[in-house]
């Protein structure tokens, strides 16, 4: 079935650095998508990325997909100590209905200001 | 923005009761789920609702677990005798009109039921 993995597990920068994280999965995708998790709160819906898709921007983010290496990364650019979160990656399996996704264990992004 | 709403925010019961934790969908939205997170571990699929009838459900979904929706806003799971392993943040999630088998939907979740079990 349907996996995905984040790494790093934790990330520590400054603001104003950027902050990269990738996710790699198992099976192939129709989509890929991101999402974001500040503590104690629900996740929320950052960016999707189509498999036909190779790089999609949104704001300060910038995710790219690489569906021959079932991997994709996540790109915050110039990072505030407001992206602290946990972020996610999640896809479908083939077969699955919608709404069921596959998540992965996420990276934990701190900002240091 | 429009919000998946829940309720309580925390619950804490003793293993072997029945508890019932509440989401209230966006109101135009016609499919809803319930996924959970055990502490440092994935988030996981449970169930999926439709059309007043489960339209599927993970391993995880045993015979202790049920889902109802008593009336047009509210949507509930209910976990009949708890275990100490159904300690979890449990999230309610929406989405809006799609078809059914087209995954170029986001999920818009809740803030979850943080459930200890005792």
């Known amino acids: 079935s349907q996996q995905g993995e984040e790494d790093p597990q934790a990330l520590s920068i400054q603001e104003g650095e950027n902050a990269t994280m990738n996710c790699s999965y198992k099976?192939?995708?129709?989509?890929l998508q991101w999402y974001r998790q500040n503590s104690g709160r629900g996740l929320v819906h950052l960016i999707l990325?189509?498999?036909?898709?190779r790089e999609k921007h949104s704001g300060r983010l910038r995710v790219t997909l690489d569906t021959s290496k079932k991997s994709s990364s996540l790109l915050i650019t110039a990072s505030r100590a407001a992206d602290t979160a946990s972020y996610f990656c999640?896809?479908?399996?083939?077969?699955?209905?919608?709404?069921?996704?596959?998540f992965g264990r996420g990276t934990q992004l701190t900002v240091w200001p | 923005e429009p919000e998946v709403t829940q309720t309580p925010s925390h619950q804490v019961t003793q293993m072997g009761q029945e508890v019932i934790l509440r989401c209230v969908p966006i109101?135009?939205?016609?499919?809803f789920y319930w996924y959970r997170q055990i502490l440092g571990q994935k988030v996981e699929f449970l169930v999926s609702?439709?059309?007043?009838?489960?339209?599927?459900k993970s391993e995880i979904f045993d015979d202790q677990f049920s889902v109802e929706r008593p009336d047009g806003s509210n949507f509930t799971l209910k976990i009949r005798s708890t275990k100490l392993e159904d300690s979890a943040m449990y999230f309610c999630?929406?989405?809006?009109?799609?078809?059914?088998?087209?995954?170029?939907?986001?999920?818009?979740f809740g803030s979850g039921t943080q459930l200890s079990v005792l």
């Open positions: 990325i189509r498999s036909n898709e």
């Open positions: 609702f439709y059309n007043n009838e489960i339209s599927e």
């Open positions: 109101s135009n939205h016609l499919y």
């Open positions: 999630a929406s989405i809006g009109t799609a078809t059914f088998y087209a995954t170029n939907e986001k999920l818009f």
């Open positions: 099976t192939s995708i129709n989509n």
């Open positions: 999640a896809m479908y399996d083939r077969g699955s209905t919608l709404g069921r996704l596959y």
